[in-house]
């Protein structure tokens, strides 16, 4: 039925957000850290978020979008849903403004120092996205334990 396109849009959107954040933060920095110098390593992860923040912007839309789908069309309101859904839309909101700000404020100011090759502060702001990305994947791999163990832990 038309809920499980929801809960599939929903699971798509958290893994590949939460996957992409990972590989990025875990497999790609340090690889990009030990081989490339400072000119270098700042262009391509200028080039690197250009490619995912698109996808990113998807992920925040469709999250929310099919979260208060299934709340309201299939558990009859948020007062059919448990705690743990309580806890995915409240550090959910706080993943998404996170992104937000990182977007336009430090991400918007990496891209315009690597144009203008001003590169301490395309470092400067380079350190604050891997700041903000570093604890948008904790959250959001609290936020699937939350969503997918406190689902059963109820049971
Ligand atoms: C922003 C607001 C959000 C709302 C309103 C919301 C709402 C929901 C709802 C209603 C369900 C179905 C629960 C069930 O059927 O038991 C669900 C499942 C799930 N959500 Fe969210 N969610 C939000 C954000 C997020 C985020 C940011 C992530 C991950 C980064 C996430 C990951 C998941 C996962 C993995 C499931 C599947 C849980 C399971 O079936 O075991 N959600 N969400």
Do not use: C, D
């Not at 850290?33 to 700042?42: F, M, T, V």
């Not at 904790?138 to 699937?144: H, M, N, Q, T």
Request: hydrophobic share 60%; net charge positive.
């Amino acid at each position: 039925m038309i809920f499980s396109l929801a809960i599939a849009l929903h699971v798509l959107s958290a893994v590949l957000w939460v996957g992409g954040m990972f590989f990025a933060y875990q497999v790609l920095r340090p690889v990009a850290a030990g081989l490339l110098e400072p000119p270098e390593r700042l262009r391509l992860w200028s080039a690197v978020f250009s490619r995912f923040f698109p996808w990113v912007w998807a992920f925040v839309v469709l999250l929310p979008a099919t979260g208060y789908w299934l709340i309201f069309g299939l558990y009859g309101g948020m007062g059919g849903v448990g705690l743990s859904v309580h806890l995915m839309q409240g550090l959910g909101w706080l993943m998404i403004l996170l992104y937000m700000h990182l977007f336009f404020a430090p991400f918007r100011r990496l891209k315009e120092a690597v144009v203008t090759e001003q590169w301490p502060e395309a470092a400067k702001r380079l350190n604050q996205i891997r700041q903000l990305v570093g604890i948008n994947l904790a959250l959001g791999l609290i936020v699937v334990a939350v969503a997918t163990g406190g689902r059963l832990y109820a049971a």
